[in-house]
């Protein structure tokens, strides 16, 4: 972790298995089994469960974490249910932004209201990162988990760092 303003540091996270759930109820609800969990998460929430975590962006979506390497379990509980299952491992890489601050940069690049009140933990969502298509997560009262395309990552990275050199200086200046 590197400090990018007071008390609030990112860092890239490990390449990690990442899947994209695409089903009807039956799938999610197989899916979700597989990972160890009683039910699909809500929409726009996560869950873990012992085989891994589910994030449920969409009605028929599932953003799929798998605690292992292998996928073998999730393949086999989906095999008799119609669904796409397609690892995205590649396309995206992620970060971990936490500390006091990281909603207040979080916000400077985007729109949303990060309050713990009005995006508590657990809570994940598609958005914008100024000009990048991204998806927030977040983790803990203070910390986020973000995921882009591998394209964008180096961008989200540097404007994050900007917002947050912002912030550093507004503060010295009070």
């Known amino acids: 972790m590197i400090e990018i303003a007071e008390g609030c540091a990112l860092a890239g996270l490990p390449p990690m298995v990442r899947l994209v759930l695409q089903g009807r109820a039956a799938a999610l609800e197989a899916a979700a089994a597989s990972l160890g969990l009683e039910a699909p998460p809500p929409m726009l929430r996560a869950v873990s469960g012992a085989g891994g975590t589910a994030l449920r962006l969409g009605p028929f979506e599932l953003l799929v974490l798998p605690a292992s390497e292998g996928w073998a379990g999730l393949d086999a509980a989906l095999a008799t249910v119609p669904h796409s299952l397609v690892e995205v491992s590649d396309r995206n890489v992620g970060f971990v932004l936490e500390g006091a601050r990281a909603a207040d940069i979080l916000a400077g690049l985007c729109p949303l209201d990060f309050a713990l009140s009005s995006f508590p ?11 990048a298509g991204a998806m927030i997560w977040r983790t803990g009262a203070q910390a986020f988990h973000i995921e882009v395309w591998r394209s964008f ?3 989200v990275e540097g404007q994050l760092r900007e917002v947050a050199r912002g912030i550093s200086f507004s503060l010295l200046a009070v």
Do not use: A, E, N
Request: aromatic share 8%; net charge positive.
């Open 121 to 131: 933990v657990g809570m994940v969502t598609r958005t914008l990162l100024d000009k």
């Open 153 to 155: 990552g180096p961008y």
